[in-house]
Every structure is written in C-alpha cells, then in structure tokens.
DNA sequence: GCCAACGTTGGC
DNA sequence: GCCAACGTTGGC
C-alpha cells in the first residue's frame, strides 16, 4: 500500500463529486505534467490518495480516495475537443496516463494548509513548499498518519 | 487580479 | 545542450 495525495481545483472536480456517488468509479485525467503522470504510473489499486482542492475558498486536504485502475493512456489526449488534447500524442506511443478513484471517506471539515505546514512531518514534502505545482505527491505513512490526525 | 515559481518550448 | 521566452500553477 502506498500513499498519494492529488490536487484538483474543486469546480473541476471535487471530494463531493466522490462523495455524492460513493459506489462511481472517477477517471483521473487532465494530468499534463511527467513528473506527476510518472508517479501516477507507480499506483497500484487499493493506494490511498489524499484529495486537495486548490485554488479555491477553503484550501486543504478534504477526503480519501482509493485507486481501482493502475495506469492507462487517457483518452482525452486523443480528443480534438478537449481542452486536454495533445496533439503530439498518438495512440502507438500515448504520453498521458489516466486512473480510476472511488469514494473513501470525507473529512468533516477541511484539514486547511496552514495546518498542513505547521506539521512537523510535512516539513520537507513538496506540498507545502513555495512554488510547488507538483499535482501529483507521494506521501510516506509518517506523512500521512501526520495528516490524518488532524482530522 | 497579482505575481513568484516553475515546467516546457524552440532557436541557436 | 544551453537558455531566454513563454505559459501555467496556485497562494495570497
């Protein structure tokens, strides 16, 4: 079991989206980033994946997902109306990956970034560093346990 | 809306 | 392979 944590601006997609159909399985795609495609292809189902809204009211860790779908190309690199198409993309060599997630659990409130930074554990994790844009972060268990308890 | 930080592109 | 220009991210 490994731990992830995924960013996503909540008019996108949001914890509720997961929430409101627990038993849906959601496509992740959109990823247009090869650090974060190359970590998407390292998880295996049943990880763990931290879901935080970005760019938003509330910025902070909101929920648990889990992983139901390793890696595979994302169709909408191969979709002219898709604000996601790459067109250098091909379907002999894809470059963009997508899974699949399913509902975990909500938190009651969210864990907000300031919180996140005042965690010692969090200390050198890409996330709360200045500039980060890394939308796709591995987590240790000590990161993690940090975080959720604080729920 | 601002802007710093970062990743990508493309000319050389 | 360098690096300036550019576009995007994301907190504030």
């Known amino acids: 079991m490994q731990y992830w944590l995924m960013k996503t601006e909540p008019d996108e997609c949001s914890i509720d989206d997961f929430a409101n159909n627990p038993s849906d399985v959601i496509r992740w795609d959109g990823v247009r980033n090869y650090q974060a495609?190359?970590?998407m292809r390292n998880?295996?189902?049943g990880d763990?994946?931290?879901i935080y809204h970005?760019?938003?009211a509330k910025i902070g860790v909101v929920g648990i997902v889990r992983v139901t779908r390793t890696a595979y190309p994302d169709p909408a690199q191969f979709d002219a109306n898709s604000p996601y198409f790459d067109s250098k993309s091909t379907k002999e060599k894809p470059r963009?990956?997508?899974i699949d997630l399913q509902f975990v659990r909500k938190f009651p409130q969210v864990i907000s970034l300031d919180k996140l930074k005042s965690l010692p554990e969090l200390a050198e994790n890409p996330l709360v560093?200045?500039?980060n844009?890394?939308?796709v972060v591995p987590y240790t268990k000590a990161e993690r346990d940090?975080?959720?308890a604080l729920v």
């Open 37 to 39: 495609r190359n970590f």
């Open 146 to 148: 940090a975080i959720l």
């Open 48 to 50: 763990e994946v931290f």
């Open 96 to 98: 963009w990956d997508a």
């Open 133 to 135: 844009r890394l939308s």
């Open 129 to 131: 560093r200045k500039g």
């Open 54 to 56: 970005s760019s938003c």
């Open 43 to 45: 998880m295996h189902i």
